[in-house]
T-cell receptor, first 111, second 113 residues
Framework: RKEVEQDPGPFNVPEGATVAFNCTYSNSASQSFFWYRQDCRKEPKLLMSVYSSGNEDGRFTAQLNRASQYISLLIRDSKLSDSATYLCVVNMDTNAGKSTFGDGTTLTVKP | SAVISQKPSRDICQRGTSLTIQCQVDSQVTMMFWYRQQPGQSLTLIATANQGSEATYESGFVIDKFPISRPNLTFSTLTVSNMSPEDSSIYLC??????????FGSGTRLTVV
């Protein structure tokens, strides 16, 4: 079993749709969690951190369920520019700095 | 957040040769990381580079193949040695530049022929 597993995708949705991605992690001692976005042929960029209380940034909502060891990302009112690969990232220790990446979920938003 | 400049952005190299990739951070960072990303796959950590000590390599990666330098808190290099076509990949450096998340260099797209 992989340390971090994501929905395989791809997700193809129309503009304006709401789409949700899930990610599970195997190590219950994991400390910090992130969603990154990677555009084609570009480097990953931090989209948002994921907090236990859940957090929202505009159309994006991230949630963490420690008991079930999963993280979610919800995108509302999808835009064409949201098309990208979304990477779930888990850190064992915020000070150690070593991240484990999921394989990513590809989202394509169509007109 | 900090900016990481990575170069070269791409290269085509002959098998058996070596390529050194450089990353420059515009602020001091304790740890830098080197990743490899095969086409269509996620990132795999090669090693963690700390200033003043030898890099720590992940399983499947060795210093002779991927020597790393970290001469100061803003700079690191990764060398891909004795390259073969299987080394063709995107190589990315990153650093933790604030309390949350990491910043990446723009990547080096390496093709070995």
């Amino acid at each position: 079993r992989k340390e971090v597993e994501q929905d395989p995708g791809p997700f193809n949705v129309p503009e304006g749709a709401t789409v949700a991605f899930n990610c599970t992690y195997s190590n219950s001692a994991s400390q910090s969690f992130f969603w990154y976005r990677q555009d084609c042929r570009k480097e990953p960029k931090l989209l948002m951190s994921v907090y236990s209380s859940g957090n929202e940034d505009g159309r994006f909502t991230a949630q963490l369920n420690r008991a079930s060891q999963y993280i979610s990302l919800l995108i509302r009112d999808s835009k064409l520019s949201d098309s990208a690969t979304y990477l779930c990232v888990v850190n064992m220790d915020t000070n150690a700095g070593k991240s484990t990446f999921g394989d990513g979920t590809t989202l394509t938003v169509k007109p | 957040s900090a900016v990481i400049s990575q170069k070269p952005s791409r290269d085509i190299c002959q098998r058996g040769t070596s390529l050194t990739i450089q990353c420059q951070v515009d602020s001091q960072v304790t740890m830098m990381f080197w990743y490899r990303q095969q086409p269509g796959q996620s990132l795999t950590l090669i090693a963690t580079a700390n200033q003043g000590s030898e890099a720590t390599y992940e399983s499947g990666f060795v210093i002779d193949k991927f020597p790393i330098s970290r001469p100061n808190l803003t700079f690191s290099t990764l060398t891909v040695s004795n390259m073969s076509p299987e080394d063709s990949s995107i190589y990315l450096c990153s650093a933790q530049t604030d309390n949350y998340g990491y910043t990446f260099g723009s990547g080096t797209r390496l093709t070995v022929v």
